[in-house]
Structures are given as C-alpha cells and as structure tokens.
C-alpha cells in the first residue's frame, strides 16, 4: 500500500511525474521527450525538492514506482504480442514470400556478381587486396616448393617402404588393413611435412601480412585439401590396387568416385578462394556467389550419388555371402536417403538464409554432408573390424553354425548402434545442438526426457544383444553336430550340457524382461503414470494363476524337472506315455523326436515318470545262439580278441568306455546254447559299435568253423533200413511238417 502522506507533499506530484514519464515512452522518443522536460523537472532540480521529503514518504514513493513498473511492463508486452501477432499460416506465406524473394534476388543479382569477381581479381593483381601481386605469386610458390621440397625428401627416406607396399599382395583382410593403413600413413605423413614446413617458410620469409595471408589461404585451399581428400579415398578405394580396397567395389566404381570426389573438393577449394577475395576486396555480393556456389557443389554432389548409387549399394552390401532382408533394403535405400540429406542441407541453408538466421558454416555444412555421405565406408569398415573380433566357430554342426552366424550379427548390431551414436552425436555438434548436454540440469525438460528416453531404448537395445550374443555362444559350443547324431543314433545321442538346456529358457525370461523393463521405464521418462500398469499386471497375473491351474501345473513342474537335471536337449527319454529325442524345451512342454519320425508333445505336469536312455554311458549286450557243441573257451577268446581290436579302431576308440567281452552261457534252448557277450559306450554310440560287432563275429565264427546254431529236425532210422527215393522222399515231408510252426488255436 502507498503512504497517504505522500499526496499532502506537493513536491511529490513533480516526482512521480518524473518517474511515470519515462515509464510510459517507447525507446525511440525517450532522448527527445527527457531534453523536452522544462528546467524545474530536470535533474539537479528534483533532487533537490527530492531532498524536502521524509523517509515514510520516500517508501512509499518507492512503492508507487513498482506499481507503475508494472504496469509499463505489461504494456510494452502487449505492445510486442500485438506486434508478432499473425496466424501460423500468416506467418508461413511471409516466410514463403521471402525465401522467393531471396532467390529471385540473388539471380537478379548474378550480373553484379560476375562484375564483382572481375573487380576483385582486378583488385588482386593490381595490388590492393594481397600487396603487389608480383610479391604475392612469388610467396605462394615459395611455399608451395618449400613444402613439396619436404615432401619430396620424406619419400625418398621412405621409398623402400613405399616399394614394399607396391610389390605386396596381401593373403587376408588383415594384411591389407595393414598395408593399406601403412601407405595412408606414409600419404598423409608427406602432406603433414608438406604443410609445416611450407607455413614456417611462410611465417619466416614473407614479410607483408597481407601476401603472406592470402598466399596461406592458396596453399591450404589448392594445393593441400585436396591432396588430404585424395590419400583419404585412396586408403578406402584403392582406385588402381583392387587387391588393397577394403570395401567391396569393382574398378570403374572406385575409380570413378576417387576422380569425382577429389574433383569435388578441388572446386570447393576454388570457391572458398574466391569467397575470400571477395570478402578481402569489400564487396557487398558475398551472400550471391556463396548461393551460386552452394548450388554448384550439392547438384554436383547429387550427380555423384546418383551416378553412383549402384557402387555404392555393393559398398554398403559389402562381402556378405548371404545378406539380411534389412541389409539389402537399407543398401537400396542409403544413396537416394543422402541425396535427400543433400537436398534438405541445401534447402535449409536457404530458407535461414532468406528469414535473417545466420546460417551454418560452409566448411561446417560440407563436414556434416561428408559424415553422411561416407557412412556406408564406414559401416563395411566395421563389419570387416568385427569379422576379425568374432570368436571362432566353438562346436560342430548346423545348431553351432548357426549360433556362430547369430553371435556374428550381434557383434555387427552392437558395432552399428555405436557408429549410429557417433554419427548423430557428431553431426549435432556440427548443427550446434549438444545432445548430451540436453539430458543435463541446464536443458529444458522436454530435452532432458527425450534424450534420456532414447538412452533407455539403448541400453535396452544393447542388454538384448548381449544377451542373445552369451546365449548363442553358449549353445555353439555344446552343441553336438547333428549329422553325426542322425547317421549313428536309433535312440539319441548324449544330451548338451545342463547350462546349454535351460540356456533357451533362460534366453526367453530375460528378453521378456528387458522389454517389461525397458517399455515401463521409458513410459516413466515420458511422464506416464506406470503404477496403474503395474497394479493391473498384478491382477491379471492372479487371474490366470487362478483360472489355469493345469498351466500353473505344468509350468512348476518343469522347473522342478529342470532343477533336478531330469533331462536336457538330445538326450532320449522315456515319459511312460511316449518316447523319443528331445528337440525342444518350453516353459511348460517339450517335444520328442520319436524313432520313426513322430513328434511328441508331452506337458511337464503329465510326466508321471521318466526314463533316461542317454545319460552318461550305455551298456548294450547281444546274444548269439551256437551249436551244441561248440567249444565255448573258443567263443570267448574270440570276443575278447574282437573287443581289443574295436578298441583300437580310431573310428570307436574315444567312444569305448569298456570293451566288448563274453559273459558265457546265457540261456539254452532246444536249439542250441546261447552265450552272451556285453560292452560299454557313450550314448549313441552304441549303435555303431554293435553292427562291427556283429559284422566281425560272424567273420570270425566262419574262419573257425563255427556255425551259428538253427532249429532242425533230426530222424533216427534203424541201422540195417533201406529206404528208396519214394521213402525218403516221404520221411524228408513228415520232418518238415514236424519242424514248422504251429499256427495258433481258433477260439
């Protein structure tokens, strides 16, 4: 509240009439209206009648000041809201009209231009720009030999190296990396003596700043950019060594990128020149030969890519024997996406150009395009890098082949979420805009949540590779090779390991995790209220709990199987209902690959018992029915000779767990005596070693005379009978009859 004993004191009304004015008058007519004030409001004055007042009334005219600062304050911004007035479309057809007027203008100015650049070289040589012209030619090409002198000298001390790469052929990727990395070395380390010696001969022998100045800006623009840009796509193409290139391109490909590129930068390396003999000779069309000259290198840029694109989709495919469905879709895409980057770059210099915004730096602008367009090098550098990071193939057959070709892929993705990174991270510096920054205290929260949402994604993206990338791993290298288990096993082999069996579910538990995690805490970062979710997922979890017990059954009971090492993948297995090789394992079933070919879908919660054929080792015994008379120690020394020589076959040897031998006589028949002989193996091996059992067996019965016994019906005659043809004929018929089987009763 203001003090009433401010309106008893007359003076007061002359300062808050001093203070008010001002308060309510824009900038451009404060000067005129304050010298417009007669002699009793001037300064000296009111501090003197200021000097009158008490301080109850000093307060309060302090308190009517705040009052009327206000108030001008939301007067001037009404006044500045009034003036930015206009709707959205209002607004766009203005920056429209401008962005037309702009171009229009610039060619209305090409005339002047040419006349400009006359002007200035004109001005160049005649001495006002750069000094007198003939101390300037002759301190550009000092520099320039100077500096080619050094480098000249640097190669010779490094010609033998330099033959060495010439007469090499590479064996593997390796060495070319090698020779390749050696001879960019050897490039870029002539251009780097080049230009230190060419600036310090400049620094110490041209006097005049101005030469000196402008004969730098000739030996970086001409003679050493491009030359930088030509060892650069030298390294990654290899033009005239195709043994050299690193990336997967033919010859007219390489070659014809290398010259249009290098071309490229020559005339970019031109332009700038000129843009600074512009500048350094006043003249007001520097924006219109920058405009000119802009259009010139992106339509160039464009007829590149274009004219290049299917090179550049091989580059990007590089030596994949078999490419993924992305792969090849993002090889198509990635030349007609940077011609669009090209054109959305060039439109956007335009329009900031045309609204007043100060638009990027050219060397900038040409930077960012350079990322984008040299991304493809890069990724088929990183995955020829990953090639040579990517552990050996552990295991054998299809399942570790596979495993092997998935941890190849994750290495790649990994590797490509990181260049992705660098690449963003990269060109928003370039654009000015600090991505990382914008997740600090200092960003806005909009910025703050979104980048942080995006690294959540990350993180999400990544802990999914790894996982995948363990796992497959993991089931290479306990993988047996299925070719073998298909030609030797009638029951299944030995089973992978315990890890490598619950690795699958283990493998779908924590995929289903990251996502819960990964969607729940980026909806969290976005602001959306998860506690509800979580609630509800809760009761959902109870309802199917409650409603589908035989699930809830099945599920328990696998794990308890699991946890007991019951079973693993390979293993054959008898479930008292079905029997068959385990092929695969879920969280409340698993599937047998019966005998004959059937699968067999068997819930955990129906098991009632089970057998396990495959674990460990197998005892398998075979019984072979002799006559009466054989010499059975003969028998048993012949399958204890027959188990040593099994033994020492390299085809069993390391599956023999104990060898073959005879258990003596087993059972007699009215055939003959049946012996028994018995061995150990691995599980499914045995199959294998049972058929050269029996196959030498019966070669070593046939070299000693021994046969194996069969049913027979023996007639006993009378010692003095004779019998004719027709007699024998008939006692020959009544054995036989004797001797074949009875068929079986009729009820």
Do not use: C
């Not at 900038?364 to 350079?370: C, K, V, W, Y």
């Not at 924590?510 to 909806?523: E, R």
């Amino acid at each position: 509240m203001i003090n009433a004993s401010i309106i008893k004191n007359p003076i007061a009304y002359f300062l808050i009439a001093l203070i008010a004015i001002p308060l309510f008058i824009t900038p451009s007519n404060a000067q005129e209206t304050a010298s417009a004030l007669p002699p009793a409001l001037q300064q000296e004055s009111m501090e003197k009648l200021a000097s009158d007042l008490d301080p109850d009334q000093v307060n309060a005219l302090a308190d009517l000041v705040t009052l009327l600062q206000e108030g001008a304050d939301a007067k001037n911004a009404s006044t500045d809201a009034s003036a930015k007035g206009g709707s959205f479309i209002e607004q766009l057809q203005s920056a429209v009209g401008a962005f037309g007027a702009m171009i229009g203008g610039q060619f209305l100015s090409l005339g002047a231009l040419f006349a400009s650049i006359f002007a200035s070289v004109g001005a160049l040589f005649s001495g006002k720009t750069a000094g007198p012209v003939h101390i300037l030619i002759g301190s550009i090409a000092l520099i320039v030999l100077a500096g080619l002198a050094a480098e000249f000298l640097f190669n010779r001390l490094a010609g033998s190296k330099r033959n060495l790469i010439q007469s090499t052929k590479p064996d593997n990727l390796f060495e070319t990396v090698k020779l390749v990395s050696t001879r960019a070395g050897l490039d870029l380390g002539g251009l780097i003596v080049f230009a230190v010696v060419g600036l310090i001969v400049g620094r110490l022998a041209i006097i005049d700043p101005a030469a000196r100045g402008f004969a730098f800006q000739v030996f970086f623009w001409i003679a050493f950019l491009p030359r930088v840009i030509a060892a650069l796509l030298r390294f990654a193409l290899a033009p005239n060594r195709r043994e050299l290139r690193l990336v997967t391109a033919d010859d007219a490909t390489a070659r014809y990128l290398y010259r249009a590129f290098t071309g490229l930068f020559v005339v970019v390396g031109v332009a700038f020149l000129i843009y600074s003999m512009l500048h350094a000779s006043g003249s007001s069309h520097t924006g219109t030969f920058r405009f000119f000259a802009g259009a010139a290198i992106n339509i160039w840029i464009i007829v590149i890519l274009w004219q290049g694109r299917s090179g550049l989709t091989d580059i990007i495919l590089g030596d994949e024997d078999d490419p993924t469905t992305g792969l090849e879709r993002m090889a198509k895409f990635w030349p007609h996406f940077s011609i669009g980057y090209v054109v959305f770059s060039w439109l956007l210099t335009l329009v900031q150009t045309s609204i007043g915004v100060e638009p990027l730096p050219a060397a900038r602008s040409l930077g960012a395009l350079t990322l984008v367009i040299f991304a493809p090098f890069l990724d088929t550098m990183v995955r020829g890098i990953v090639s040579h990071i990517v552990p050996p193939m552990q295991g054998e057959g299809p399942v570790a082949e596979a495993a092997h070709m998935q941890t190849r892929h994750s290495y790649v993705r990994i590797a490509r979420v990181a260049l992705l990174a660098f690449l963003i991270l990269t060109v928003g510096r370039i654009y000015g805009l600090n991505l990382l920054a914008l997740g600090g205290d200092g960003g806005s929260d909009v910025a703050r949540n979104s980048v942080i949402f995006l690294l959540i994604l990350a993180a999400g993206y990544l802990a999914w590779e790894i996982t995948n990338l363990w796992v497959s791993r993991q089931l290479a290298k306990d993988s047996p090779p299925q070719a073998a288990q298909d030609e030797e096993s009638e029951m299944g082999g030995a089973g992978k390991s315990r890890l490598a069996t619950i690795l699958p579910l283990v493998r779908i538990v924590l995929q289903v995790t990251i996502v819960t995690l990964t969607v729940l805490l980026g909806l969290s970062q976005l602001g959306v209220n998860i506690t509800p979710l979580l609630a509800g997922a809760g009761v959902v979890g109870l309802a199917v709990g409650f409603g589908a017990q035989t699930l809830v059954s099945d599920v328990v009971a696998g794990i308890f199987f699991l946890m007991d090492d019951a079973f693993r993948m390979g293993e054959f297995i008898n479930t008292g209902g079905a029997q068959g090789t385990i092929e695969k394992i879920s969280i409340r079933s698993m599937q047998l690959r019966g005998t004959k070919g059937a699968v067999h879908v068997v819930p955990y919660g129906q098991i009632s018992n089970l057998t396990n054929l495959s674990r460990d080792w197998v005892i398998m015994k075979l019984k072979f029915t002799i006559p009466f008379d054989t010499d059975q120690e003969k028998v048993r020394k012949i399958f204890k000779k027959i188990g040593q020589e099994i033994m020492e076959m390299d085809e069993y040897k390391d599956d023999m767990l104990a060898p073959f031998k005879g258990q003596g006589v087993a059972d007699v028949d009215d055939v003959g005596i049946v012996v028994r002989g018995k061995f150990t193996t691995k599980p499914g091996k045995q199959f294998g070693v049972r058929r050269e059992i029996y196959k030498r067996v019966q070669k070593a019965f046939e070299e000693n005379g021994i046969q194996f016994a069969r049913k027979e019906v023996r007639v006993q005659l009378p010692e003095n009978a004779k019998l004719g043809e027709s007699e024998k004929e008939a006692v020959a018929a009544a054995a036989a009859e004797a001797a074949a089987p009875k068929p079986a009763p009729q009820t």
